[in-house]
């Protein structure tokens, strides 16, 4: 949909945690014939903790497909905000569906995994080039604070260097992208990466530590 296309092996879906909600879910996944796989089970309050509840399909048309199920997202907004600023996109012979927005798709991706850090990087990137590098101030904006390749920094600076020095004070890098130190900018870039693993791991540590209880408990 952002044209940063990449082989998917599941589909990721994020709920509303309400009984209402969950029951309609669990209907869904009545039909595509889906079965738990890993933990935890399926409840509100296991999704509103931030964990990820996977099942996979055995109807014909999605047979082994994998689907995961969560309602909070590390690093992005509370489920309500996200639905605001959700993408609805039509699909022929299915209709309307919404897409997470592009910002918390991005935010969604920084993670542990290198994978993660490459699509990041495509996102953003693909998002300037579709837009020929203009936009309203607040799209500029974002890309100054998300964008990950040295020399696109840098051209956004020089393009943009109002808009440069407002932000730079969340994103200091930004200081030797407007000097053009693509060199200084790259090592910076990778420790902005580093911190934001960090984080993620910090994140999920606890509730690592949950799934495996569950296991445990489950294997007594």
Same mark, same amino acid.
């Given at each position: 949909m952002y044209g940063a296309a990449e082989f998917s092996r599941d589909s990721d879906f994020v709920v509303l945690a309400s009984p209402e909600n969950i029951k309609v879910l669990n209907s869904a996944l009545k039909l595509l014939k889906a079965v738990p796989v890993y933990f935890p089970e399926?409840?509100? %309050?296991h999704l509103l903790k931030g964990h990820a509840c996977h099942f996979r399909c055995g109807a014909p048309g999605v047979k082994d497909l994998r689907v995961d199920v969560m309602s909070k997202l590390k690093g992005c907004t509370p489920f309500p905000k996200l639905w605001s600023r959700r993408n609805p996109v039509k699909v022929p012979g299915i209709g309307s569906i919404n897409i997470i927005g592009l910002e918390d798709l991005v935010q969604s991706k920084k993670t542990q995994r290198d994978k993660d850090w490459l699509m990041l990087s495509r996102l953003v990137e693909? @998002?300037? &080039?579709?837009?020929?590098?203009?936009? !309203?101030?607040s799209k500029v904006r974002w890309w100054l604070l998300e964008?990950?390749? !040295?020399?696109? +920094?840098?051209?956004?600076? %020089? @393009? #943009?260097? /109002? $808009?440069?020095?407002?932000?730079m004070a969340q994103? !200091? +890098?930004?200081? $030797?992208?407007?000097?053009?130190? +693509? /060199? =200084?900018? %790259?090592?910076?870039?990778? =420790?902005?990466?580093?911190? /934001?693993?960090? =984080? @993620?791991?910090? #994140?999920?540590? !606890?509730?690592?530590?949950?799934?495996? @209880? &569950?296991?445990? %408990?489950? /294997?007594?």
């Amino acid at each position: 949909m952002y044209g940063a296309a990449e082989f998917s092996r599941d589909s990721d879906f994020v709920v509303l945690a309400s009984p209402e909600n969950i029951k309609v879910l669990n209907s869904a996944l009545k039909l595509l014939k889906a079965v738990p796989v890993y933990f935890p089970e399926l409840t509100i %309050s296991h999704l509103l903790k931030g964990h990820a509840c996977h099942f996979r399909c055995g109807a014909p048309g999605v047979k082994d497909l994998r689907v995961d199920v969560m309602s909070k997202l590390k690093g992005c907004t509370p489920f309500p905000k996200l639905w605001s600023r959700r993408n609805p996109v039509k699909v022929p012979g299915i209709g309307s569906i919404n897409i997470i927005g592009l910002e918390d798709l991005v935010q969604s991706k920084k993670t542990q995994r290198d994978k993660d850090w490459l699509m990041l990087s495509r996102l953003v990137e693909n @998002d300037i &080039f579709i837009n020929n590098a203009a936009g !309203p101030v607040s799209k500029v904006r974002w890309w100054l604070l998300e964008a990950r390749v !040295p020399a696109t +920094l840098a051209r956004l600076c %020089s @393009d #943009y260097p /109002e $808009q440069a020095a407002k932000v730079m004070a969340q994103r !200091p +890098l930004l200081r $030797q992208a407007v000097k053009n130190n +693509l /060199e =200084k900018l %790259s090592v910076l870039l990778k =420790k902005e990466e580093a911190a /934001e693993r960090a =984080k @993620d791991l910090i #994140y999920w540590k !606890p509730l690592k530590k949950e799934l495996e @209880d &569950f296991r445990l %408990s489950r /294997e007594r």
